[in-house]
C-alpha cells in the first residue's frame, strides 16, 4: 500500500483511493470537435498509407513527396468530375451529358487535408520549419490542381477583392461632397 492511500485511510478523510489509471476512467472525457475529430482521422489515415507502402515508411521518416503521393493516391476516392483538355466537355461549368472524364479530388478539399495534416504534424512533436506539409511543393501541387480544375470547370477562381473595391467606393463619395468656401 502506497504512503498516500495509507495516509487517506488512515486520517479519514474523503480522498479517493482509486488509481490514478481508475480516476481517469471516472473523469468525463470531453468530445473532440468536428475539425479535431477529422484532423485525427486525418493523421492515422497518412499513416496508415505510410505504414501500407513497401517498404513501410515511418512516420518520422517521410517527406513532401510522400505527402504529393499520397495526395495523388486519394484521387481515386474522389467524387468531383475533372474534365479532360480532348473531352467535350472542358470549360463547361454544367455539362449537359456524361463524359467519361475521372473523378478527382476537389482542390478544396485537399487543401483544407492539407491544413488539418499540417497542424497534426506539429502537434505530435514535428518542427514547424521541418514541416513536410508546409514546403513549397505542396503549395505549387494545390495551385496547379485549383488551376486545371478550374479551367476544366470554365470558372476561374478569383481573389476576392472586395475590401479594395469597398474602400475606392467610399474614397469616391468623398471626391463627390462639396466642399463649401466662407
Known amino acids: 500500500m502506497s504512503i498516500e492511500k495509507g495516509?487517506?485511510?488512515a486520517e479519514g478523510s474523503s480522498r479517493s483511493t482509486a488509481s490514478?489509471?481508475?480516476?481517469?476512467?471516472?473523469q468525463r472525457v470531453l468530445p473532440l470537435s468536428r475539425y479535431e475529430s477529422q484532423k485525427r482521422r486525418d493523421w492515422n489515415t497518412f499513416g496508415q498509407y505510410l505504414r501500407n507502402q513497401r517498404p513501410p515508411i515511418a512516420i518520422t521518416q517521410f517527406n513532401s513527396n510522400h505527402v504529393l503521393d499520397f495526395l495523388r493516391y486519394l484521387d481515386q476516392f474522389g467524387k468531383t468530375k475533372v474534365h479532360l483538355h480532348g473531352c467535350?466537355?472542358?470549360g463547361q461549368p454544367e455539362p449537359p451529358g456524361p463524359c467519361t472524364c475521372p473523378l478527382r479530388q476537389a482542390w478544396g478539399s485537399l487543401d483544407a487535408?492539407?491544413?488539418r495534416l499540417r497542424a497534426a504534424y506539429e502537434e505530435n512533436g514535428g518542427l514547424p520549419e521541418a514541416?513536410?506539409?508546409?514546403?513549397?511543393s505542396i503549395r505549387m501541387y494545390l495551385r496547379e490542381v485549383k488551376d486545371s480544375q478550374a479551367k476544366a470547370r470554365g470558372?476561374?477562381?478569383k481573389k476576392k477583392s472586395r475590401r479594395r473595391s469597398a474602400m475606392k467606393a467610399k474614397n469616391e463619395g468623398y471626391n463627390n461632397i462639396p466642399i463649401s468656401e466662407s
Open 131 to 136: 514541416n513536410p506539409f508546409a514546403s513549397g
Open 20 to 26: 490514478p489509471n481508475d480516476q481517469h476512467h471516472q
Open 7 to 9: 495516509k487517506g485511510m
Open 113 to 115: 487535408l492539407i491544413g
Open 155 to 157: 470558372i476561374p477562381y
Open 88 to 90: 467535350i466537355y472542358f
